[in-house]
């Protein structure tokens, strides 16, 4: 939390004798919408001395985190902070107070808990002013009042605990937002408590600790539980699987974070908690991934074949570096430069989906997810005939490929800012299929290079892009990877998916990274399910969206040193 920005002896603030939309001689107002006081900045010139500004400034009702009595800060603030003269008499005068916490926006996408303070004379008007903002607040039917946190301790550089305790549960407390919080203590145990014992009823939102792995034990968890409560069979690929009810919420605590920097366009633990906190909904696409009509995984920022998937195999058996693991082993798999050979068949998307080279960037509130969300429902026989594996619609190439990648959203991180395909949206209904044929060493690194600059990524005679609603990938040697099985593999039931054991490799071809777990299979068949999840985010703000809502204060009257406004 930041501290009070409005020191007490510049500051006087009269509270209005009721609630007005209109804005009268009064220091502070609160409107159905937003609450505004008056601020005083100081600047100090040699030629002119110490001069001010007064201006408005306005919050949101809806970017308000809480409002509270101060009495007892203000005393402890006194103590610490010796007052002078004018305080003390501002505290005489005024000794009731109200805190006002909000979101304040300090750029590059980051947001602050900020607190003001406003001083009144009068013990039921400050009372009333109070119970007035929480009114305005409990209005407020979006924010989440009940949250299951799930905490993985070894994510990332290890940080999931100490990042929760100590960023974000304050501010969880000082919303009012009760939680449950579970640590895991092995792989998969939030999937399995989500999938079959947490009491769902209870919560507003399920909110994990960690990195995009956890994350998708998490979207696992609750994707299935939702197929299974509704009876739906994920093992049909062609099967309309069910949103699930509950938000997903991210606090960033892993090695890529690339799933939480494409939907708040930061990796922040206390912007994460605000997107929480004021009730944010962000929707989003996932990819259902089968072998052969059994279910595989669900996939939400990328699925990669040739480089990722080799990079991800090699950098499970270096967990202990921590998120460094995949520079180390991003190198060794540049070095090798495998290619494999293979058959991709897609359907492409829709034409008013645009196109992965356009530049038409998914931001918060984008038109074309909006649109997309409209016309989810109207889903027509004609399209259902033309999905089908082999219609015309269909398309097939077969080649040698460096990489094979399947972009659902931008999968922008601080690695790669703008992403493996920048103008990917999230919730669209598509995946852009990123195709990165046999070339040299130097062209793949300049290629490689172009995901951390601004040039085009796709701008190259070896690369191709295509923005797809279904794709499917067979390999020339269809080979498996045999998983060390933690539990009997069932007979007849689909094969094991997940092993916290190393994986031993013997095959000819790559696997499939899928949100950073390896598939167990390299011939597939994946699926955009459109808009099947929600997050606590908004997606990423326009840079113009920021900053006209950096609290830029609109200046109203000018005032020196002896003026006392
Ligand atoms: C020459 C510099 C090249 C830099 C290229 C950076 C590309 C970064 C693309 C990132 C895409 C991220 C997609 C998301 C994947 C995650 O779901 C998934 C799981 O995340 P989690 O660990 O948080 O659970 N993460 C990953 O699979 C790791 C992706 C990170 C890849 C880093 C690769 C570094 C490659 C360095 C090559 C250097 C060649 C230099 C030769 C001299
Ligand atoms: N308590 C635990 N012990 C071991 N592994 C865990 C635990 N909790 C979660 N995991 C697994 O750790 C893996 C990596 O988690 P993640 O939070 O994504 O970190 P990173 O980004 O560093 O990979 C995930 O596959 C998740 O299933
Ligand atoms: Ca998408």
Redesign the pocket.
Known sequence: MIGSDVRMENYRVLLADRMSLRIRPADVVLTRNAIMWMEVEKSWKPSAGVSGTACWRTVQVCEIVAVRRTEDEAQENTQTQKPNWRSKQHLLQYPYSFTVSYVKRSGQHQWRCSDVTFYCADCELCDLWIQVTNEQLALLANRPKSLLVYI?????KRQ?KYIYEQKVAPVFRRAGISTDVI?????????DHLKTEANLDKYDGVVCV????????ILHGLVSRTQSDHKVDQDQPDAELVPCSLRIGIIP?????CICFATTGTIDPVTSALHIVVGDSQPMDVCSVHHNNGFLRYCVSMLGYGFYGDMLTDSETK?WL??ARYDLSGIKTFLNHNYYEGTVSFLPAEENLGSPRDKLLCRSGCLVCQHKSAIKDKHSETSEEREKPGSDSWRAICGKFIAINAANISCACPRSPKGLSPSAHLADGSTDLILVRECSRLDFFKHLLRHTNKEDQFDHSFVEVHRVRKFRFQPNHDSMVILEQDEPHKEGGPPPL?S?QPIPQFNADSNWNCD??ILPHTAIQVSVQCQLIRLFARGIEEQQQQQALLEEPCTLLAFNQNTDY
């Open positions: 993985n301790p070894y994510g990332g999931g640590v895991t203590e092995r792989a998969n145990h939030a999937r960690g990195g995009d792995g956890m994350f998708s034990e605590a892993g090695s890529t974070d967990r921590g998120p997940y916290s950073g777990e």
